[in-house]
């Protein structure tokens, strides 16, 4: 399951609808979906709330925030 949120989160999602391949459309639908249950998920809106009083800088995407909460949750299992 990790190697495959790290596939995901590898993918680029700076092509347009017009050029992506049915398969990269495929990708970037499970991206949102899989965005969409983690933000749902209590341990990220924990993971939030902490980020928001930790700092005052420019308020991230929600596809930025997913994505370090990812990558901060696996750095912290890699131990």
């Known amino acids: 399951m990790l190697e495959e949120i790290t596939q995901i989160l590898e993918t680029k ?3 347009t609808n017009s050029t992506m391949t049915e398969n990269q459309q495929t990708e970037a639908a499970v991206w949102e979906t ?3 249950a983690i933000a749902e998920c209590s341990g990220f809106q924990q ?3 902490q ?3 930790d700092t005052d800088t420019d308020v991230e995407s929600l596809d930025q925030q997913v994505r370090s909460y990812l990558r901060e949750t696996l750095e912290t ?3």
């Open 13 to 15: 999602k700076t092509m």
């Open 34 to 36: 899989l965005q969409q």
């Open 47 to 49: 993971w939030q709330a």
């Open 51 to 53: 980020q928001k009083t």
């Open 77 to 79: 299992l890699a131990y």
